[in-house]
């Protein structure tokens, strides 16, 4: 059987903060503004787990409310969050994002991040993938103001 979820996050820039995307430390002015460490890939990637088994979303598991997620590695999130699609006794089929930002490139980065997250994850490197786009100077996202990520998940049932 095989459950499909669909995750979705944007974090605005700002100056003194590190920009961390997909467990990546990426060279840039500016970074993400959030509780945790912002990581809106990882966050993407969650929510479409949590969607694919129908278990709420990563605001409602991890609330930025509650001090022991400040500034947390979210690597440590996407951990807890697979252990639940495991003992519900589903492994990942594969899964598909984008990381939407202006600048800075993406690419350089994506096969570390792909090597961090297949990790966590259990799959072979073929069986994420992340894509990386601009939004043509259009919108927040295109003016330099945020970075958004988009995520589909498939499980299926062990
Ligand atoms: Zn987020």
Redesign the pocket.
């Known amino acids: 059987m095989y459950r499909i979820g669909l995750g979705y ?1 944007i ?1 605005r820039l700002t100056t003194g903060r590190d920009l961390i995307i997909g467990g990546v430390k990426i060279t840039h002015e500016k970074g993400l503004l ?1 509780h ?1 460490d ?3 890939l990882i ?1 993407a990637i969650i929510d479409g787990l949590l969607g694919a088994l129908a278990l709420t979303d ?1 605001g409602t598991l991890f609330p930025d409310t509650d001090k022991k997620y400040k500034d947390i590695d979210s690597t440590i999130l996407l951990k807890k969050v697979y252990g639940k699609i495991r003992e519900k006794g589903y492994t990942i089929n594969n899964i598909d994002s984008n990381i939407i930002a202006q600048e800075p490139k993406m690419m350089p980065y994506i096969p570390k991040m792909k090597d961090i997250l297949c990790k966590i994850l259990e799959i072979p490197y073929e069986d994420l993938s992340i894509k990386a786009k601009t939004n043509e100077q259009m919108d927040a996202v295109g003016q330099k103001l945020a970075i958004e990520a988009h995520a589909v998940v498939l499980l299926k049932k062990v």
């Open positions: 996050d974090h959030g945790s912002a990581d809106v966050h990563i």
